[in-house]
């Protein structure tokens, strides 16, 4: 049954990704840096402090060649869209994704691994970042805090979030819970 809301009563629209799309072809959002959809609100996000634009370069550079040194079927990419049907197109500084070419977004079963750099966003990273990463089944998820030097890690996703987790220091040996072989070197990262 589908309740009708009286057209006197404010309330939220939520956009859907489609939705979305149609804005960012009209060019809505051509005056911001950098949008996302979440939890169907566009969200725009601040500009880089050049601290984060290193620690994301170089997160991006120590996965990838972690990953090649193993042989791995999977890549890392820098800021990549993940459709998380049907109102979330987040777009976080790295990702591992095992996907093909292909002119469309990245799915939930595409990604490994997902990774937030905290300069400034530290709360919504392990707040609501979080809950939509775990609510949509992201395998593992990292948050690395450039303020403590810290990479929070999350991973065994259920229906009440992440089970498992634990904090690491950027010093040293940083491995994915969640890929066996994966490990980069935290050192010099901040």
Same mark, same amino acid.
């Not at 972690?66 to 800021?79: H, I, K």
């Given at each position: 049954m589908n309740m009708?809301?009286? !057209? &006197? $009563?404010p309330h939220p629209v939520k956009l859907r990704i489609e939705d979305f799309e149609v804005l960012d072809r009209t060019g809505a959002f051509a005056d911001l840096k950098k949008v996302e959809l979440i939890e169907g609100m566009i969200v725009g996000m601040s500009a880089e402090f050049r601290p984060h634009t290193f620690v994301k370069s170089q997160l991006m550079? +120590? %996965?990838?060649?972690? %990953? @090649?040194?193993?042989?791995? +079927?999977?890549?890392?990419? $820098? @800021? *990549?869209?993940?459709?998380?049907? *049907?109102? &979330?197109?987040? @777009? *976080?500084? !790295? /990702? !591992?994704?095992? /996907? *093909?070419?292909?002119r469309d977004y990245f799915r939930i079963e595409h990604v490994a691994l997902v990774v937030e750099v905290s300069d400034t966003t530290l709360e919504n990273d392990l707040g609501a970042k979080l809950a939509l990463y775990a609510r949509h089944g992201v395998p593992e998820y990292w948050v690395v805090d450039l303020a403590e030097t810290t990479v929070h890690q999350f991973w065994s996703v259920s229906a009440e979030g992440f089970s498992h987790r634990r904090s690491l220091p950027l010093a040293g040996a940083v491995p994915s819970a969640t890929l066996p072989d994966l490990v980069i070197d935290g050192t010099g990262l901040v």
């Open positions: 009708t809301i009286p !057209v &006197n $009563v550079y +120590r %996965l990838q060649a972690a %990953l @090649e040194a193993t042989g791995s +079927r999977f890549s890392a990419v $820098v @800021e *990549p869209t993940l459709a998380l049907p *049907p109102y &979330n197109l987040p @777009e *976080p500084d !790295v /990702a !591992v994704v095992d /996907a *093909p070419m292909a």
